[in-house]
C-alpha cells in the first residue's frame, strides 16, 4: 500500500513529531510511505467548463471528487490509500485545514480530517463543543479583559488555569494562584492581541498528574499517567513532564471513548485529569505525540495507527 503522511512545515525545518516512527512501522509491514510538506502543495480549481467548473478528478489519482487538485511539482499528488496528517501548526487552523478538505475532496482517506481538526486545534472551540456534548471538564470561561477575569475568578475560584486558544505542548498555559499573578498575564495576553483566553478550574486533587489515552478508530490502543516535573503543574511530556504506566477506571475509559467521538477524531491523544468529582476532559489532541507512550507502554502506536490508515483496503 501506498500511504502519505503529510507534515505542516517546510521540507528543511524540522520535521513533526511521530514521522520517522511512522516510516519504520509502515515500511517494516512493507508500505511505501511518503512525506509530503504542506508547503510544496498547491491547490487548483479545474479550468471552467462554459462557465461551469469541470466535474471529475480523474488526474488527481484520487477515488472520485469533485474536481479541485492538489499538486506538487506541477503534478498530481498521485494515488494513496491513506494520508496521515501530523497537524503540527499552532496558528488558526484554518489557515491549513483546506488542503485537507481539497485531499478529502478528491476521494482520499484522510486521518484526522479537516473538520474535526479545525475544532480541536482550537480550544475556545473544543470547550463550547464539548459542554454542548456533555463531555465532563474543569469549570471554566472565556474571557477578554482583565476586569472580566476579575469577575470569572470570583466565579471560578483560585487557584485557576489561563489558556490561550492556539497553545501547544504546555506553551499558552498559565498558572495563577491569586489575583496577583491573574492580572499581569490578563493584561499582557490582552496587550499583545486582545483574544479570547480560557479561564479554568485548577484542579488541585490531580497532583499536577494527568493521564494522556491514545484512542485510534474509537478504540483506546494505549495510556499513560504524565507528573509535570517539579516546579511545573504542566505535566507535558514535551516539558519535562515524566511518563508512568497507568490502569484506567472504567469511568476513565469511557469518558475517553466519549471525548474521542465527540471530537469526530480518528487519531486522538485524550487529556484527563483524575478530579473529586470523577474523570475531567482537558482537552483532545488532533496530533498526539507517541515517543514517550510507546516507551511507557511497550504498545507499538505507529503500527496501529499504519494499520487502521489502511483498514477497510
Ligand atoms: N484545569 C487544569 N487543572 C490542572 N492542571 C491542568 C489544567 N489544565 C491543564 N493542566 C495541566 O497543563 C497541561 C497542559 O494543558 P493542556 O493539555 O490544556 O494544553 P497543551 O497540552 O499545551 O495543549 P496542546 O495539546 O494543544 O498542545 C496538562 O497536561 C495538565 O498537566
Ligand atoms: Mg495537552
Redesign the pocket.
Known amino acids: 500500500m501506498r500511504i502519505g503522511v503529510l507534515i505542516f512545515a517546510k521540507p528543511e525545518e524540522d520535521v513533526a513529531s511521530g514521522i520517522e516512527r511512522l516510516e519504520k512501522a509502515g515500511r517494516e509491514a512493507g508500505h511505501e510511505i511518503v512525506r509530503l510538506y504542506e508547503t510544496t502543495l498547491s491547490i487548483y480549481s479545474p479550468p471552467n467548463v462554459g462557465g461551469v467548473s469541470a466535474k471529475g478528478g480523474s488526474a488527481s489519482g484520487g477515488r472520485g471528487g469533485t474536481g479541485v487538485e492538489v499538486r506538487l511539482d506541477e503534478q498530481p499528488i498521485g494515488p494513496f490509500d491513506a494520508l496521515i496528517a501530523r497537524p503540527n501548526f499552532i496558528e488558526e487552523p484554518s489557515l491549513h485545514t483546506p488542503l485537507l478538505e481539497a485531499l478529502e475532496q478528491n476521494g482520499y482517506r484522510v486521518l484526522n480530517r479537516a473538520a474535526p481538526i479545525t475544532i480541536a ?1 482550537n ?1 475556545l472551540l473544543q470547550h463550547v463543543r464539548f459542554q454542548k456534548s456533555g463531555i465532563p471538564m ?1 469549570r471554566w470561561a472565556i474571557v477578554h479583559t482583565v476586569k472580566e477575569a476579575r469577575r470569572a475568578s470570583a466565579l471560578l475560584g483560585f487557584p485557576l ?1 489561563a ?1 490561550v486558544a492556539f ?7 498559565f498558572y495563577a494562584e491569586n489575583l496577583e499573578t491573574l492580572q499581569p498575564i490578563m493584561h499582557y495576553l490582552q496587550v499583545r492581541d486582545g483574544n479570547p483566553v480560557i479561564l ?4 488541585e486533587e ?1 497532583n ?3 493521564l494522556r489515552v491514545f484512542v485510534v478508530g474509537g478504540k483506546i490502543i494505549a495510556a499513560m499517567e ?1 507528573k ?1 516535573r517539579p516546579g511545573d ?4 511530556t514535551s516539558i519535562g ?1 515524566e511518563g508512568h504506566t497507568a490502569q484506567l477506571t472504567k469511568d476513565e475509559e469511557r469518558v475517553a471513548l466519549d471525548a474521542a467521538h465527540v471530537s469526530e477524531l480518528d487519531i486522538a ?1 485524550v ?1 484527563i ?1 483524575r478530579s473529586k468529582q470523577g474523570p475531567l476532559v ?2 483532545v ?1 488532533a496530533n498526539p505525540g507517541f515517543a514517550e507512550l510507546e516507551r511507557v507502554t511497550g504498545v507499538n502506536i505507529a503500527k496501529t495507527i499504519i494499520e487502521f490508515a489502511i483498514s477497510g483496503h
Open positions: 486545534k480550544k474543569p488555569i489558556k497553545g501547544t505542548w504546555g506553551a499558552g498555559v479554568e478550574t485548577f484542579i490531580a499536577r498528574t494527568d504524565r509535570a503543574v504542566r505535566a507535558n513532564g491523544g487529556d485529569l482537558i482537552e489532541n
